[in-house]
Protein backbone atom coordinates (compact mmCIF):
# COMPACT_ATOMS: atom_id res chain seq x y z
CA UNK A 1 0.00 0.00 0.00
CA UNK A 2 1.30 3.00 -1.12
CA UNK A 3 1.59 6.34 1.33
CA UNK A 4 3.00 9.55 1.80
CA UNK A 5 2.94 11.37 4.98
CA UNK A 6 3.57 14.85 5.16
CA UNK A 7 4.53 16.66 8.32
CA UNK A 8 6.20 20.07 9.68
CA UNK A 9 3.55 22.96 9.17
CA UNK A 10 1.87 24.72 11.79
CA UNK A 11 1.44 27.97 12.73
CA UNK A 12 4.53 30.95 12.29
CA UNK A 13 5.29 34.01 12.08
CA UNK A 14 5.63 36.33 8.71
CA UNK A 15 9.60 35.85 8.16
CA UNK A 16 9.98 32.67 9.78
CA UNK A 17 10.92 29.38 8.52
CA UNK A 18 9.12 25.98 8.32
CA UNK A 19 10.93 22.58 6.82
CA UNK A 20 8.05 20.29 5.64
CA UNK A 21 8.71 16.87 4.97
CA UNK A 22 7.08 14.05 3.17
CA UNK A 23 7.68 10.28 4.17
CA UNK A 24 7.29 7.50 1.10
CA UNK A 25 6.21 4.10 1.59
CA UNK A 26 5.12 1.17 -0.39
CA UNK A 27 6.73 2.42 -3.48
CA UNK A 28 10.23 2.47 -5.13
CA UNK A 29 11.26 6.09 -3.85
CA UNK A 30 14.01 6.33 -6.27
CA UNK A 31 12.11 6.02 -9.60
CA UNK A 32 9.28 8.74 -8.32
CA UNK A 33 9.49 12.65 -8.99
CA UNK A 34 8.46 14.30 -6.29
CA UNK A 35 6.26 17.65 -5.67
CA UNK A 36 4.92 20.03 -3.38
CA UNK A 37 1.28 21.55 -4.15
CA UNK A 38 -0.33 24.15 -2.01
CA UNK A 39 -3.89 24.82 -1.22
CA UNK A 40 -5.11 28.14 -0.05
CA UNK A 41 -9.39 28.61 1.00
CA UNK A 42 -10.85 29.19 -2.04
CA UNK A 43 -8.18 28.34 -4.42
CA UNK A 44 -7.01 26.25 -7.16
CA UNK A 45 -4.13 23.35 -6.49
CA UNK A 46 -0.91 25.48 -7.48
CA UNK A 47 2.43 23.26 -7.73
CA UNK A 48 5.07 24.84 -5.43
CA UNK A 49 8.37 22.96 -6.21
CA UNK A 50 9.35 19.77 -7.93
CA UNK A 51 12.65 17.29 -7.82
CA UNK A 52 13.52 14.86 -10.10
CA UNK A 53 13.43 11.20 -9.11
CA UNK A 54 17.70 11.30 -8.83
CA UNK A 55 17.10 14.91 -7.01
CA UNK A 56 19.22 16.00 -10.09
CA UNK A 57 17.33 18.84 -10.95
CA UNK A 58 14.34 21.20 -9.35
CA UNK A 59 12.33 23.79 -10.47
CA UNK A 60 10.55 25.63 -8.50
CA UNK A 61 6.98 28.41 -9.11
CA UNK A 62 7.60 32.22 -9.47
CA UNK A 63 6.46 32.82 -6.02
CA UNK A 64 8.75 30.86 -4.10
CA UNK A 65 12.04 31.05 -5.89
CA UNK A 66 14.61 32.19 -3.62
CA UNK A 67 12.32 31.37 -0.48
CA UNK A 68 11.78 27.62 -0.94
CA UNK A 69 14.61 24.57 -1.66
CA UNK A 70 13.17 21.14 -2.62
CA UNK A 71 15.63 18.05 -1.62
CA UNK A 72 15.27 14.33 -1.32
CA UNK A 73 16.59 11.66 0.58
CA UNK A 74 16.26 8.99 -1.75
CA UNK A 75 17.94 6.63 1.40
CA UNK A 76 15.08 7.52 4.05
CA UNK A 77 12.44 7.73 1.09
CA UNK A 78 11.73 11.49 1.99
CA UNK A 79 11.22 14.61 0.20
CA UNK A 80 11.65 17.86 2.14
CA UNK A 81 10.72 21.89 1.45
CA UNK A 82 12.22 24.50 3.06
CA UNK A 83 10.54 27.40 3.50
CA UNK A 84 12.12 30.26 4.61
CA UNK A 85 10.90 34.31 4.84
CA UNK A 86 7.46 32.91 4.57
CA UNK A 87 4.87 35.67 4.40
CA UNK A 88 1.29 35.37 5.39
CA UNK A 89 -0.19 34.01 1.26
CA UNK A 90 2.22 31.50 1.73
CA UNK A 91 -1.01 29.91 4.30
CA UNK A 92 -1.90 27.24 2.33
CA UNK A 93 -2.41 23.38 2.98
CA UNK A 94 0.93 21.65 1.62
CA UNK A 95 0.41 18.49 -0.42
CA UNK A 96 3.21 15.79 -1.37
CA UNK A 97 2.77 14.35 -4.81
CA UNK A 98 4.58 11.47 -6.26
CA UNK A 99 4.94 10.65 -10.26
CA UNK A 100 6.72 7.32 -11.29
CA UNK A 101 8.97 8.21 -14.16
CA UNK A 102 9.50 4.46 -15.05
CA UNK A 103 6.39 2.43 -14.89
CA UNK A 104 3.57 2.60 -17.49
CA UNK A 105 1.18 3.91 -16.98
CA UNK A 106 2.04 6.50 -14.93
CA UNK A 107 1.41 6.64 -11.36
CA UNK A 108 0.12 9.62 -9.30
CA UNK A 109 -0.28 9.62 -5.50
CA UNK A 110 -1.08 12.10 -3.24
CA UNK A 111 -0.29 12.92 0.58
CA UNK A 112 -3.20 13.95 3.06
CA UNK A 113 -1.54 16.90 3.35
CA UNK A 114 0.06 19.90 6.52
CA UNK A 115 -1.49 22.96 7.21
CA UNK A 116 0.64 25.41 7.00
CA UNK A 117 -0.26 28.85 8.94
CA UNK A 118 1.93 32.44 8.60
CA UNK A 119 0.65 34.71 10.80
CA UNK A 120 1.41 37.37 13.18
Known amino acids: QVQLVESGGGLVQPGGSLRLSCAASGVSFGTYAMTWYRQAPGKERELVATITSSGGSTNYADFVQGRFTISRDNAKNTVYLQMNSLKPEDTAMYYC?????????????WGQGTQVTVSS
Open 97 to 109: HAKSVVLLPVRHY
